[in-house]
């Protein structure tokens, strides 16, 4: 995809975030939106700043749960004929959980897997129709840093991510082996300056287990986040977009641990676990 001109972007979890940043970033570009949330008042407010942008944009809003595959669907179906065609489905929404894997229950896991997978695959295999039918699609999944490696009381949120670089990866290259109008990228970010940690869930058990109040757990994985603002995330995604990449890593943080880990491979197991003692001592 050369530019985003009368193009239709699909965008999950835009009410705040890289979702908000990536719809004003492309109705600047003369994009119209399709925008979904489960937080409607942040979505309105995402809507107004994306026509603040460029009044010549078509901008429509539905209050969507990812994680609930009938109106994802129905959703996309809406998009299309809203719109006329849909080019481009940014599947970003995601939340966070802590909790030792030990302890994590059954809901933790399907709550988590609902929007950060689930939502994924709903949101792919919902629009992909209409991204074949435009003859110019492309498919922008969010994985993570968390989604390359993993740290220590993060494993629900580890394997959500792992499960959408791995759906992204293959899904590219089928795409690419049926010679589909259509391509997929995966994005990785690192530290970005979002709402994710604030809303994240902390499992009691994991504050017993550690020593650590979750007000003060939040605030340090806040801080760990701050490293790239969402309005360099989303230039840096729509370039990949442009450029066809397989995978963008946002943020300086992303690009060093994944060469890291490419570099040392499982050794970098045991520099996390010394980090994740030194932080917990603090």
């Given at each position: 995809?050369?530019?985003f001109n009368n193009?239709?972007?699909a965008i999950?979890?835009a009410?705040?975030g890289?979702?908000r940043?990536?719809a004003i970033?492309?109705?600047?570009?003369?994009?119209?939106?399709?925008?979904?949330d489960?937080n409607?008042r942040?979505?309105?407010?995402?809507?107004?700043?994306?026509r603040?942008?460029?009044?010549?944009?078509?901008i429509?809003?539905?209050r969507?749960?990812t994680a609930?595959?009938?109106?994802v669907?129905?959703?996309?179906?809406?998009?299309?004929?809203?719109?006329g065609?849909?080019?481009?489905?940014?599947?970003n929404?995601g939340v966070?959980?802590?909790?030792?894997?030990?302890?994590?229950?059954?809901?933790?896991?399907?709550?988590?897997?609902?929007?950060?997978?689930?939502?994924v695959?709903?949101?792919t295999?919902?629009f992909?129709?209409?991204?074949?039918?435009s003859g110019d699609g492309?498919v922008?999944?969010t994985s993570?840093?968390?989604?390359?490696l993993?740290?220590p009381?993060?494993?629900?949120?580890n394997?959500?991510?792992?499960a959408?670089?791995?759906?992204?990866e293959?899904?590219r290259?089928e795409?690419?082996?049926m010679?589909?109008?259509?391509?997929?990228?995966?994005v990785?970010?690192?530290?970005?300056r979002?709402?994710?940690a604030?809303?994240?869930?902390?499992?009691?058990?994991?504050?017993k287990?550690?020593g650590?109040?979750p007000d003060?757990?939040?605030?340090?994985?806040?801080?760990l986040?701050n490293?790239t603002?969402?309005?360099?995330?989303?230039r840096?995604?729509?370039r990949?977009?442009?450029?066809?990449?397989?995978?963008?890593?946002?943020?300086?943080?992303?690009k060093?641990?994944d060469?890291?880990?490419?570099?040392?491979?499982?050794?970098?197991?045991?520099?996390?676990v010394?980090?994740t003692?030194?932080m917990l001592?603090?």
């Amino acid at each position: 995809m050369k530019d985003f001109n009368n193009k239709v972007a699909a965008i999950t979890g835009a009410a705040s975030g890289m979702g908000r940043t990536l719809a004003i970033q492309l109705a600047q570009r003369g994009c119209h939106l399709s925008l979904s949330d489960v937080n409607e008042r942040g979505l309105a407010e995402t809507a107004e700043l994306a026509r603040a942008a460029n009044r010549g944009v078509k901008i429509t809003t539905a209050r969507i749960d990812t994680a609930n595959r009938d109106a994802v669907y129905a959703w996309a179906d809406q998009t299309a004929a809203d719109h006329g065609k849909v080019n481009l489905i940014f599947n970003n929404a995601g939340v966070a959980l802590a909790t030792l894997l030990e302890k994590a229950k059954r809901e933790d896991f399907e709550w988590i897997m609902g929007i950060n997978f689930w939502g994924v695959v709903w949101g792919t295999q919902a629009f992909l129709p209409h991204l074949k039918a435009s003859g110019d699609g492309h498919v922008i999944n969010t994985s993570s840093l968390f989604g390359l490696l993993s740290v220590p009381l993060n494993g629900c949120y580890n394997a959500s991510k792992f499960a959408v670089r791995g759906y992204t990866e293959c899904l590219r290259m089928e795409l690419e082996t049926m010679n589909e109008p259509v391509s997929a990228t995966c994005v990785h970010p690192g530290g970005i300056r979002t709402n994710i940690a604030k809303d994240a869930r902390m499992d009691p058990n994991t504050s017993k287990a550690t020593g650590v109040d979750p007000d003060v757990a939040r605030k340090r994985f806040d801080k760990l986040l701050n490293t790239t603002t969402a309005e360099s995330a989303a230039r840096q995604i729509l370039r990949a977009v442009e450029k066809n990449k397989r995978r963008v890593l946002v943020g300086p943080d992303a690009k060093f641990l994944d060469k890291l880990v490419r570099l040392i491979g499982t050794w970098y197991q045991p520099l996390i676990v010394w980090n994740t003692r030194k932080m917990l001592k603090h």
